[in-house]
């Protein structure tokens, strides 16, 4: 493959720089611009799903912190196919504003607010079959911060998903291994039947990143706020 090299402009921090020629030469970038995708981390999901196959068509999906769009456009590619004459659907939920897409209904909203359940909810037409977290914060270059910090979204996600997920559901979110990833397996435990964790090959080589899939959502009784 060929390597593309960027100039450094005057001012341009190195960091900046990196990121730009990591770019140009990812071909995760590049076949996400063939195919149409709003992201590379579309393939993400392509691959998680490949191998765990949880996105199912007629599904009810919801996207949190969906900007740009991938993993929208992946998920609705395959629940929207409908079967039995029940068709699919697909939000998503984001604090930064997003083009349109078809077939995908998008809120400008953050997710946390507390009259976002009910929001989505009756989007849906009823609860969620799958939530989807794919977000991460704004990197500081500090290790332990940046793994705090996803880490606090992925405990805000997995709450949200707890309100709005049908029994059975699936939550699956990105996480950050630092320490704290263990302590978020035993809460979703809890609340799930299955929880396991997989980095996928988009995931770039470097990066902590991996997922975490809980499956078979318990409901909201009150026995789950006890360990099994």
């Not at 402009?9 to 076949?31: C, F, H, M, T």
């Not at 946390?112 to 009756?122: F, M, S």
């Not at 979110?173 to 990833?181: F, H, P, R, S, Y």
Request: glycine content about 10%; proline content about 4%; some cysteine.
């Amino acid at each position: 493959m060929k390597h593309e090299k960027v100039k450094t402009a005057r001012g341009r921090k190195i960091s900046s720089k990196l990121w730009l020629e990591r770019q140009l030469n990812d071909p995760y970038v590049l076949e996400a611009r063939r195919q149409g995708f709003r992201s590379r981390a579309a393939f993400k999901l392509l691959e998680l799903n490949e191998k765990l196959n949880f996105l199912k068509s007629g599904a009810r999906v919801v996207d949190l912190g969906a900007a740009p769009g991938g993993w929208c456009q992946v998920a609705a590619h395959v629940v929207l196919k409908g079967k039995n004459g029940h068709l699919g659907k697909v939000i998503g939920l984001d604090i930064q504003e997003m083009e349109e897409m078809p077939d995908v209904t998008l809120f400008h909203q953050d997710f946390t607010e507390p009259e976002a359940p009910d929001l989505l909810k009756a989007a849906l037409g009823g609860e969620a079959d799958i939530v989807l977290s794919d977000m991460a914060a704004p990197a500081t270059g500090h290790t332990a911060t940046d793994h705090i910090r996803i880490m606090g979204l992925c405990e805000m996600a997995l709450d949200f998903a707890i309100e709005v997920l049908s029994p059975g559901g699936l939550f699956l979110a990105k996480v950050l291994q630092g320490g704290t990833e263990g302590e978020m397996l035993t809460s979703m435990k809890k609340h799930f039947k299955t929880v396991k964790h997989i980095k996928p090959p988009a995931s770039r080589s470097d990066s902590a990143e991996m997922y975490v899939i809980a499956i078979g959502f318990k409901g909201r009784g009150k026995d789950n706020d006890q360990e099994d």
